[in-house]
């Protein structure tokens, strides 16, 4: 309890690899990504021929065509008789929009009723005044992830429920997530959690972000646990709302939609780097080994947390307010 209260304590929480030795470290010897996979499927979704992936655009269907077929590949079962679940929205620009998720399923083996909810958007910005907005980092690098994620736990049967999610027209306002929440394919208070990738493939200081333990605290345990053990350096933080404008995440990807109906979310993403929302974020900038461990780190802190849930939220819903923060954390238990 101790180590935790100390951990709330602090802003910014860094957590070397050699913090702890309370597991073995197999993530950092064999990976249970498959690199060559995630790689393709990164440079598949970054091409030029996919003009930017934009909300509505020809290109935003050949990707989605790519990932359908992906999806059927990896085994995933679809809600009803497609993986497509089309929806429209008004966007900033005051016109009526259509957008399609792509939602898949993998049965849990004992909680099959439960469900862990797994997502990455696919849409990026498109084609401006002619220069192509590939959205590499931006963010192939996490559907790309998704793919992978999807192939291992289809060949490793998880014990809940997992969705896996690919989310359209979160560059214009988390569009995707909010209809997702808003009609999902299964009750929502059967959704234990949101684990959310944008933005995984390149940082300098081989740095990923694991976002969302500041609002629910029971996470912290578990977050650490998988830092403890990742072959990446693995941080709490941007999520408190003290933070100055802009370094708050809370609400910067799709998980503020969750977040928004209560449901628990950890956001995995780096700090914005020169090529953010630039036509230069190209699949020739990730960098490709640190792409491949964070990728692997998101994949182990899932495991984790499907270890860990039995079934039940980490946090009741209305323990995400700070009042009963303190109640939340004494409600974690660290895994044995
Ligand atoms: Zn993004």
Sequence with gaps: MRRLRLLFALPLVVL???????????????????????????????????????????????????????????????????????????????????????????????HPERYLVI?????????????????????????????????????????????????DAEEMGLQGARSFVASPPIARERILMNINMDMISRNDNDELYAVGSYHYPALVPYVARVASRAPIRLLMGHDRPDLPPGDDWTSASDHGAFHAVGIPFIYFGVEDHPDYHEPTDTVENIQPEFYVRSAETVLDFILEMDGALAGQRPVAPSAASSSNSRRAASLAVLPS
């Design 119 to 167: 997502t990455a958007h696919y849409d990026h910005l498109g084609i401006r005044e002619g220069e192509i907005y590939n959205g590499a980092d931006d963010n192939a690098s996490g559907t790309a992830a998704l793919l992978s994620i999807a192939a291992y736990l289809r060949e490793n049967r998880p014990r809940h429920s997992v969705i896996i999610a690919a989310l």
């Design 16 to 110: 070397p690899a050699c913090a702890s030795v309370q597991a073995p470290a197999p993530s950092a010897t064999e990976s249970r990504i498959e690199a060559d996979r995630l790689l393709t499927d990164i440079h598949v979704l970054a091409a030029d021929s996919m003009e930017g992936r934009r909300t509505g655009t020809p290109g935003s269907a050949r990707a989605r065509a790519y990932l359908v077929d992906q999806f059927r590949g990896a085994g995933l079962t679809p809600f009803g008789t497609s993986y497509e679940q089309a929806f429209t929205f008004v966007g900033r620009d005051s016109a009526q929009h259509n957008g399609v998720n792509l939602v898949g399923l993998i049965p849990g083996t004992e």
